[in-house]
């Protein structure tokens, strides 16, 4: 009882639902139930065995539930053996099972609004609670009941391996029909490296010195994402929207910045801007610059926001050592890894990957600059501990003009990324790259000059 009111359920669909199972155990495939979703315990527990004999594709029926329950020692649970032949015929179709199955699920998801209600309650009433503890409480908990995912939970090694199985099915099933597995990086090679772009949950971190193009590679990989009709959201603390947009727009060699910032377009210009606009005015890209964005509350609370409204594939943040997370802590070094450690757990709670950009470590002053290496990053432990990718732009032509490569091949307009660290695969490999003069388009080095800057 809640409030002197019964949960809202719906025993008699529960039990017609476990019927048509019962019925036709192909129909398993067409339901999205969990046995929480179910109101009664012995519903909740006949559901578990059905999923248990789906996952083991074994013959769903009434004795083959009987003979795993016996097994299990949970048929007493279950309501014995009266109850699952009772329960086998309420129905005889299977024809209306998805309806009934949304109408439990509405149900479900009801009962878990009131309990977080009361929940919410119960902590806005506790002065020892923060408040704004218990603002990210509502929103992580109505992206859980949006998701389906509860607050904790564990699988079976059997329920693992379904869930995989399930996985590479549906993989494969997109491949099949020419659809992205990934999400594309812009550049053929780094998507060659990465098995096709970015995955979730992987936590991205795009490393690199002032001068390197970090956030020109950000927003190379956000337009990617975009024009393949992945939905990106572009976390800005460093610069405002406008900053980032006439960046894309003098991609086009026609558009100069300083024509723009002192009113000195032409109308070849504006017609170049026009075109730009006309092409991606439309595209999927979010872009956040508000002034109170830097807050890893406020970060993590617009994302769920966007993913409760199916708007988020890709989290692109500009840049870690910007965010702020309204607690004290020892040291810098222990506020860097809960940031990571928290963005790492919102790519996992969210299923996106997540591209962070961060700071690399001014080498002392009159120390040639050397290639990067994980260790130059800030607060390196933590960040490296957290990513399951690092990525470090180097263009060593920003700090040598002359500069050429071990093969004597300049390093003018050329670039490479090299793989600092990457979980699922080989690290220390590199993609060269190319860009314009004025270093606005990004694109493969197909003649990679391989050889190293120094």
Not at 164 to 183: D, M
Not at 228 to 251: G, P, V, W, Y
Not at 268 to 296: C, G, M, P
Request: charged content about 25%; hydrophobic content about 40%; overall charge negative.
């Amino acid at each position: 009882m809640i409030a002197n009111k019964i949960p809202p359920q719906v025993l008699e669909i529960e039990e017609a639902v476990l019927s048509a199972i019962l019925l036709n155990g192909k129909v398993l495939d067409k339901i999205a139930l969990c046995p929480e979703d179910f109101y009664s315990t012995v519903h909740q527990q006949i559901f578990k065995v059905l999923i248990s004999l789906k996952s083991s594709q074994k013959p769903i029926d009434v004795l083959t539930v009987i003979e795993e329950l016996q097994r299990m020692k949970s048929l007493d649970k279950a309501g014995g053996l009266g109850k699952i032949v009772e329960i086998s015929d309420k129905v005889s179709s299977a024809a209306h099972v998805e309806y009934h199955a949304a109408i439990i699920k509405q149900k479900s998801i009801a009962r878990q609004l009131i309990n977080q209600s009361n929940e919410v309650l119960r902590k806005a009433f506790d002065e020892s609670v923060d408040v704004q503890d218990t603002m990210e409480y509502i929103e992580k908990n109505l992206t859980e009941i949006k998701s389906g995912n509860s607050a904790a939970d564990y699988m079976t090694a059997k329920e693992s391996i379904s869930k995989t199985l399930e996985y590479l099915i549906g993989v494969q099933e997109r491949k099949n029909r020419g659809e992205s597995v990934a999400i594309p990086t812009g550049l053929n090679e780094l998507d060659r490296i990465f098995n096709g772009g970015w995955t979730a949950p992987d936590l991205i971190i795009l490393g690199g010195r002032p001068g390197m193009g970090k956030t020109q590679f950000a927003l190379h990989f956000a337009k990617a994402a975009a024009n393949s009709n992945k939905h990106c959201l572009f976390i800005s603390i460093d610069m405002i929207a406008e900053q980032l947009i006439m960046r894309i727009l003098t991609e086009d060699e026609r558009v100069n910045l300083h024509d723009m910032k002192s009113g000195q377009l032409s109308e070849e210009s504006w017609k170049a801007i026009d075109e730009t606009v006309s092409q991606f005015e439309n595209s999927s890209l979010y872009i956040a610059d508000d002034h109170n964005i830097r807050s890893l509350r406020n970060i993590k609370s617009l994302a769920r926001k966007l993913s409760r409204q199916n708007k988020l594939d890709l989290l692109v943040i500009d840049y870690l050592q910007l965010i702020k997370t309204e607690q004290a802590f020892g040291t810098r070094d222990l506020e860097i890894g809960h940031i990571t450690g928290e963005l790492k757990n919102l790519a996992k709670e969210l299923s996106i990957p997540v591209i962070l950009l961060a700071q690399l470590s001014r080498p002392p002053k009159g120390v040639k600059v050397q290639i990067p290496v994980l260790s130059d990053l800030r607060e390196s432990g933590n960040i490296e501990q957290d990513a399951d990718k690092v990525i470090f732009p180097h263009r060593p032509s920003y700090y040598d003009q002359q500069a050429v490569d071990s093969n004597c091949n300049s390093w003018e307009n050329r670039g490479v990324l090299i793989i600092g660290k990457n979980r699922e695969g080989m690290k220390d490999e590199r993609v060269y790259f190319k860009t314009d003069n004025r270093f606005k388009k990004i694109w493969d080095d197909n003649n990679q000059h391989e050889g190293t800057p120094f």
